[in-house]
């Protein structure tokens, strides 16, 4: 079955204590992204990677990391969680768009809820 | 820079009522649209989607047809069900960009027996 996987579903921590999220698509699609939904903004794309080694920032990139060794995994990193990282954060996979007829279109994990106190 | 705005939630409506939910965009070109669905607990997945003006995409009963004139692309259906309350989220991607997608606030649709 054709999916994006995403570890932990649900997580608290405290401020300062490093955690990292893991993605994984097994569609081979280059294309992965993160984003963070909050009330009243929507999603909001944190960092994006094309292809293996290449990722570049979104809109909102502060405090986060990321890294694409493998084409199949882009696990989002908190260094150092603040309050203000408490969101509900969404792994997002497709194929390159390259074209007219290739919308980009993504296909999503289910989330994970972040807490930090 | 390009952008989407949807219509504020939550919309309350009785099982087999009519639905619309408003989406405008502002985009440079000629964007693709999407509207994506989110039930709860779950992630989002693509509802329709259209690719240039006066496209219509349809799914599940659901429409939205591409109006380059008004830069609206309007969710409707027919009769809704108790099993279509989620929220309703719309979306653009920019034309030669990457693969991002521009999210709307999303609307949240509760259907009542």
């Known amino acids: 079955e054709a999916q994006v996987t995403q570890n932990p579903r649900y997580l608290i921590t405290v401020t300062g204590k490093k955690l990292t999220v893991t993605c994984s698509q097994n569609?081979?699609?280059?294309?992965m992204s993160w984003y963070r939904q909050d009330p009243g903004l929507g999603l909001r794309q944190i960092y994006y990677?094309?292809?293996?080694?290449?990722?570049d920032k979104g809109d909102v990139p502060e405090g986060y990391k990321v890294s694409r060794k493998e084409k199949r995994n882009f696990p989002l990193i908190l260094e150092s969680p603040s309050p203000n990282q408490t969101s509900l954060y969404f792994c997002?996979?497709?194929?390159?768009?390259?074209?007219?007829?290739?919308?980009?279109?993504?296909?999503f994990g289910e989330g994970s809820r972040l807490t930090v106190l | 820079g390009d952008s989407v705005t949807q219509m504020e939630g939550p919309v309350t409506l009785s099982e087999e009522a009519f639905l619309t939910i408003n989406c405008t965009y502002t985009?440079?070109?000629?964007?693709?649209l999407f509207w994506y669905v989110q039930y709860p607990g779950e992630g989002l997945q693509l509802l329709l989607k259209?690719?240039?003006?006066?496209d219509k995409g349809s799914n599940k009963g659901f429409e939205a047809t591409y109006r380059k004139e008004t830069t609206s692309f309007h969710l409707e259906k027919g009769s809704v069900q108790v099993s279509d309350s989620a929220v309703y989220f719309c979306?653009?991607?920019?034309?030669?960009?990457?693969?991002?997608?521009?999210f709307g606030t999303g609307t949240l649709l509760a259907v009542q027996p």
């Open positions: 997002a996979s497709s194929l390159l768009r390259t074209g007219t007829y290739n919308t980009g279109e993504l296909f």
């Open positions: 569609m081979n699609h280059e294309y």
């Open positions: 990677s094309m292809n293996v080694e290449v990722t």
């Open positions: 985009a440079t070109g000629y964007p693709s």
């Open positions: 259209a690719t240039k003006a006066d």
């Open positions: 979306a653009l991607s920019a034309r030669g960009a990457t693969n991002k997608l521009i």
